[in-house]
């Protein structure tokens, strides 16, 4: 796996049987109230994060409520011109390039750790490009049976080592795995 | 979920998409040397399994090797006729029947603790009767992004408990999750 001079780290909650959301939804509507706490601790941890289209509706009117500098956010769409109004450069960009170009561009301007949030087809891509250093998943304790699977389609197979193991709650485990030739990307305090 | 006579325990190992095949195959080709080792040991405790014809297809000659009635190996298919040859009353039979009717006959022939062994449709066929009372599941450090989900098909959401987690090696996790309302089925010794 390349190195690239911004690290990326992949958020999901996922189900036992790998999916994120319901079927016929977006959003991860199954995630225990512990790891939407986890999730928002977690954010702390990034310059930028990158989620694609589907993900940013289902949660525009937070991002655009709390979009800053601190945190450049990027969302990936094939038709960027729709968006203009939403957009707010440094804190709240769309783009439609490829992964690679957008982390090149990210470190360009000084990034150093972007989360990716999803969904499966923004996985995928970052996944099939080499460029996800780290995995942080949280494994809620419910078979779903259908829904987005975590990788939304075809990549090559991609080995991970396990970093971390935690517990956030009982029943709901996170677990930190670490891209092979990857920095970790080290769990912040509990 | 009701509680059985006979005790359900799904046995599977998954990739951290979820996958329990890589694309095209049938079987856990991913699976580590320290799951495999894991499963043939897990085996010990049960003394009948169920399993799928195209799982079953796939491990036939391992299989009628070593049939003996100490386990009494179920084969859910369609089409019993064709197997004919292959039938050891006791020790591997055939059925087209509904999971809870095997389990009723298994009950009726003094069978206590059942291992579900796959594939991903008779995996989803005893979730959806609410028939699983605990899941041992390996997680492989590995992400595939195509192939058979653990759960191959809708299913209504299903909740567990998280019992157990053990490492398999430094980077393969086994998790055991109980039912709501089953009786825990504990990890044999390590």
């Not at 949660?59 to 709390?66: A, L, M, P």
Request: glycine share 12%; aromatic share 6%.
């Amino acid at each position: 796996m390349p190195t690239n001079s911004v690290q990326v780290v992949l958020i999901a909650v996922i189900s036992l049987d790998g999916r994120i959301a319901r079927p016929g939804q977006s959003g991860a509507g199954f995630a225990s109230a512990a790891d939407q706490i986890w999730f928002r601790r977690s954010l702390l941890e990034f310059d930028c994060s990158v989620m694609g289209r589907r993900t940013f509706g289902t949660i525009r009117e937070q991002v655009i409520g709390r979009a800053d500098t601190k945190r450049l956010r990027v969302v990936m769409t094939r038709d960027v011109a729709t968006h203009g109004q939403d957009a707010m450069p440094g804190a709240l960009e769309f783009s439609s390039d490829e992964p690679g170009s957008i982390l090149g561009d990210l470190a360009r301007r000084g990034r150093k750790k972007c989360a990716l949030l999803g969904g499966g087809e923004v996985y995928r891509l970052f996944v099939q490009a080499g460029l996800v250093d780290a995995l942080w998943l949280t494994l809620e304790p419910v078979v779903i049976g259908a829904g987005t699977p975590l990788i939304d389609g075809a990549t090559p197979e991609t080995h991970f080592r396990l970093a971390e193991t935690r517990h956030l709650s009982k029943d709901t485990l996170l677990l930190n795995y670490t891209g092979h030739g990857a920095t970790p990307a080290p769990l912040p305090p509990a």
